[in-house]
């Protein structure tokens, strides 16, 4: 699978944008996706899953109820709604395919079989 990850951009706090991640290769709807964003000096951290059907979704505290994480297999790719945007908000955000089955795994960046480029998101006035 390969993933292309997009969207990113400048925006001022409160702000809004989308990010997309276009898969390619192996049937997209076989695998579960995840967003994850990794600060400057910051470890990776997980965002927003969402399950292989797009009926189930999970996201950080950091998050939830700003961010919203959905899917389109018929156009093979997810989505990352960000809403409400504050400054630490700031980071390069990676999206990923994950084949596990579990969701307990979907909050674990070592769970995941692919990665796209990132993309930067910057919030700031």
């Known amino acids: 699978v390969q993933l292309q990850a997009y969207g990113g951009g400048l925006v001022q706090p409160g702000g809004s944008l989308r990010l997309s991640c276009a898969a390619s290769?192996?049937?997209?709807?076989?695998?579960?996706m995840g967003w994850f964003r990794q600060a400057p000096g910051n470890e990776r951290e997980f965002v927003a899953a969402?399950?292989?059907?797009?009926?189930?979704?999970y996201y950080s505290d950091s998050v939830k109820g700003r961010f919203s994480i959905s899917r389109d297999n018929a156009k093979n790719t997810v989505y990352l709604q960000m809403n409400s945007l504050k400054p630490e908000d700031t980071a390069v955000y990676y999206c990923?395919?994950?084949?596990?089955?579990?969701?307990?795994?979907?909050?674990?960046?070592?769970?995941?079989?692919?990665w796209g480029q990132g993309t930067q998101v910057t919030v700031s006035s």
């Open positions: 969402i399950g292989r059907n797009g009926e189930t979704t």
């Open positions: 990923g395919a994950s084949s596990r089955y579990s969701s307990a795994y979907y909050r674990i960046s070592n769970k995941y079989d692919y």
């Open positions: 290769g192996r049937t997209f709807s076989s695998y579960a």
